[in-house]
């Protein structure tokens, strides 16, 4: 069974940093090619930033470019989303995703395997 679990989330201030975790299990996680997402409320589910199966390739929205970096270490099964200069506008539940087959940059539903979330609030 493949299993995504995400932490890391909590309450940052304004220009503040948070290192968001995520743990696969499942299918072997080299395969994998990973993204993460974000939710606010009423909203739809939107692309954050994405990571190739070997890590030799990024991607970003324009939104968080510059701020954020998705990183992944294989070893331990676990990719990362480290954002920086945090805004009130980044508030939302965040998600990794994961799929054997999806190109960079894809939107959510086009991944199979999702995790439970963790809530990201940007207040001062």
């Known amino acids: 069974q493949e299993k995504l679990v995400e932490s890391g989330g909590g309450l940052v201030q304004p220009g503040g940093s948070l290192r968001l975790s995520c743990a696969a299990s499942?299918?072997?996680?080299?395969?994998?090619?990973l993204g993460w997402f974000r939710q606010a409320p009423g909203e739809e589910r939107e692309f954050v930033a994405a990571i190739s199966r070997s890590g030799g390739n990024t991607v970003y929205a324009d939104s968080v470019k510059g701020r954020f970096t998705i990183s992944r270490d294989n070893a331990k099964n676990t990719v990362y989303l480290q954002m920086n200069s945090l805004k009130a506008e980044d508030t939302a539940i965040y998600y990794c995703?994961?799929?054997?087959?999806?190109?960079?940059?894809?939107?959510?539903?086009?991944?199979?395997?999702w995790g439970q979330g963790t809530q990201v609030t940007v207040s001062s």
């Open positions: 995703a994961a799929d054997y087959s999806v190109r960079l940059g894809a939107p959510s539903t086009e991944y199979d395997y």
């Open positions: 499942g299918r072997p996680f080299s395969g994998y090619a």
